[in-house]
């Protein structure tokens, strides 16, 4: 059974740092994407960044690029999400999820920025940014 383990959540000050981590079992990096979302309550669940292990291509959201890394170590079957300068509208539940990989001219562009589209998920894990 597939399982995503997210880590790493907790309170920063704006413009300080957190990495997530998310630890998968039971599956193999280099068939899935893994991808990073968040939710605040009363908002629907914002795609922020995801990783594709099989041809290293990545995707940030505006509201993260630049300020945001991912980036995987697969014999640790682990993304993490390296998150710089925070603000206080960063805070909210992270989850990770796993899709199946699938190669770009078989999806479209914003496939995987689409929570509908994975098949997996970890339970969260609650990031507070104060100002």
């Known amino acids: 059974e597939v399982q995503l383990v997210e880590s790493g959540g907790g309170l920063v000050q704006a413009g300080g740092s957190l990495r997530l981590s998310c630890a998968a079992s039971e599956l193999t990096f280099d068939d899935y994407v893994i991808g990073w979302f968040r939710q605040v309550p009363g908002k629907e669940r914002e795609g922020v960044s995801w990783?594709?292990?099989?041809?290293?291509?990545?995707y940030y959201a505006g509201s993260v690029r630049g300020r945001f890394t991912i980036s995987s170590d697969n014999a640790k079957n682990t993304v993490y999400l390296q998150m710089n300068s925070l603000k206080p509208d960063d805070t909210a539940v992270y989850y990770c999820?796993?899709?199946?990989?699938?190669?770009?001219?078989?999806?479209?562009?914003?496939?995987?920025?689409?929570?509908?589209?994975?098949?997996?998920w970890g339970q969260g894990t609650q990031v507070t940014v104060s100002s």
């Open positions: 999820a796993a899709s199946v990989y699938l190669p770009a001219n078989y999806r479209s562009d914003n496939y995987y920025v689409r929570p509908k589209n994975y098949d997996y």
């Open positions: 990783l594709s292990s099989s041809d290293g291509d990545t």
